[in-house]
Every structure is written in structure tokens, then in C-alpha cells.
């Protein structure tokens, strides 16, 4: 298993992204995204070579995204895993890690927006920042 803090993807995809899109992302920055696939390749006995074979990848590639690496996941790539290893989800290969009380947060938020079908405060907040940011009034 391969932990990654969001924070430090978020360091690395700056660049690339717009101000909004890390600016939003960071909320998440002491989360964990957790990459399984090294975990899976033991408990079937293969090796990152032996799922290139199965999956037409480079070893490369294979060892890149068991690590982390790179800056986005191909979906292609991550369903020929999942269909080579029989897996059922896509938590089975990636998870996201919230710290316990910014879990319990956007739980209770997530459950009373659907409930009321009325924005959360912290929801709105990101709203109204980001279209003040988009129109240059920031």
C-alpha cells in the first residue's frame, strides 16, 4: 500500500491545474489518497510484469501508478487493471483517506444537503470565492 498526502499531489499538479481547481482540492490537503495495487499483486502472487502482460502496459507504467507517479490516471489503463486482477470496485485499487473529523464533516453536510437539497454554508462559501475568482474579482 502506497500513501500519498493530497497536499503533495496538489504541490505537484499546480501548474497544470487552474487556481480554482487546486484552490477547492486543498480542502482536502491533509487526506491520503492510498494506492493498493502493490497489495493486490501479493495477495495473487504476480508481479507488476506479469500485469503487464495481462493488461498490454509497460512495466513502466505499472510500476508508475503502483507508486503514484505521474500526474493523472488513464481510465483506460486503471479498467484494464481492474478486469485483469477481477476486481469489483474501484476502492479495491484507490481509496481517499479523510482525516476522522473532516470525514465526520462532510458526512453530516453531505447528509443534510440531501435532505434540505440546500447548499452547506462551507459549500456556498467555495461557490461564491470561485465566481468572484472566475470573473477576475478576487
Not at 499546480?14 to 487526506?31: F, G, K, P, R
Not at 508508475?64 to 483506460?76: F, V
Amino acid at each position: 500500500m502506497k500513501k500519498i498526502k493530497v497536499k503533495d499531489i496538489l504541490g505537484h499538479s499546480h501548474s497544470l491545474m487552474n487556481d480554482m481547481v487546486i484552490n477547492t482540492a486543498s480542502q482536502l490537503e491533509n487526506a491520503y489518497v492510498i494506492i493498493k495495487l502493490d497489495d493486490l499483486l501479493k495477495e495473487r502472487g504476480i508481479t507488476q510484469k506479469d500485469l503487464a502482460f495481462l493488461t498490454g502496459m509497460r512495466v513502466g507504467t505499472i510500476s508508475e501508478i503502483a507508486n503514484g507517479k505521474g500526474i493523472s490516471w488513464n481510465k483506460a489503463q486503471l479498467l484494464s487493471i481492474m478486469s485483469a486482477l477481477k476486481l469489483t470496485s474501484f476502492s479495491q485499487l484507490y481509496e481517499i483517506r479523510l482525516e476522522p473529523t473532516q470525514c465526520e464533516e462532510y458526512e453530516n453536510e453531505s447528509t443534510e444537503w440531501i435532505a434540505t437539497k440546500e447548499m452547506p454554508n462551507t459549500v456556498k462559501d467555495m461557490y461564491r470565492e470561485n465566481l468572484l475568482k472566475s470573473r477576475g474579482l478576487d
